[in-house]
């Protein structure tokens, strides 16, 4: 009796199903609907198409191992592999010359086992051999102190002692490439910077030498193997570099007497004149 009822229901359904088919317009709603499934399957397969053709897909490049290499030929290479690159940065090794591979970003296939696809951009970090850094001022600090300064900048010093009655064992002057220089000026790391220390010596006595009638840089000299530094010169008629290193001292203070002492710390006020006559002029 159920099964005959069953069987009954299901040919109804059937039937009515039929029926339902039948209509027109439900043909043609299935109709349209069969072509909207159909062009989405063209468009979906189309795009999927094209974008592995422009992806290259399936085409992978492996990356070199870049690190060493000149930047020139690390471009050179990865031009010919189809691959780009970014410089990064710099970074500071006095140890190698400017433009050497130190870092890429995308580690070779080598080591990493990673291909990458055509174009992809390799990030290089390239050597630098010098690095700029401010210069300190260290005018009036302790010898001691100012040379730890340039130690953590990164500077070399060296020391050259100048008389004084005052500021014994501070820095008088600072100087590179034998100019003085100013706080901030940038100059390269590892650079020497010579500190003008003054060194009292007030009671300690030299003789005082005849320099009148001397070439100037001899009487430079002679002055400085005696101990003196603290010096000025005058000259009245030197317009150029070399005037002065050509002229003649015609005249020092404090006035040569034989036997005369000074104190080092005495300053000395050195006269000369270009191609002039040898003529002693004291000065008082």
Known sequence: MVKEKLKTSFDNVKKNLK??????????????????ILFYSIVVFSTIK??????????????????????????????ELGLSYEILDSIYDP???????????IDPTSISKVKVKENRVIGLRLSKKTELTEMPNLVFKHVDFAQGILE??????????KP????????????????SISKGKRIPIGSEITLIVGQNEVGVLVDLPNVVGMNYQDALSLLGSRGLQSISTICNDCVTLQDSLTAVVFGQSPEYVPEKTV?????????INAGANQIEVPIE
């Open 95 to 105: 140890s190698l010359p400017n433009g050497i591979v130190k870092q890429q970003m």
């Open 164 to 179: 004084t009655k005052e500021a014994n064992g501070s820095v008088l002057d600072q100087k590179y490439k034998g100019k």
């Open 50 to 79: 094209y974008l592995d053709v422009y992806s290259n897909h399936g085409e992978e490049i492996a990356v070199p191992n870049l690190v060493g290499k000149k930047s020139s030929i690390a471009k050179m290479k990865l031009d």
């Open 263 to 271: 104190e080092r710390a005495q300053q000395i006020v050195v006269l």
């Open 19 to 36: 029926l339902f088919f039948q209509h027109p317009w439900v043909k043609l709603v299935l109709i349209n609907l069969g072509i909207v």
């Open 152 to 161: 953590n900048r990164g500077f070399s010093s060296k020391i050259q002692y």
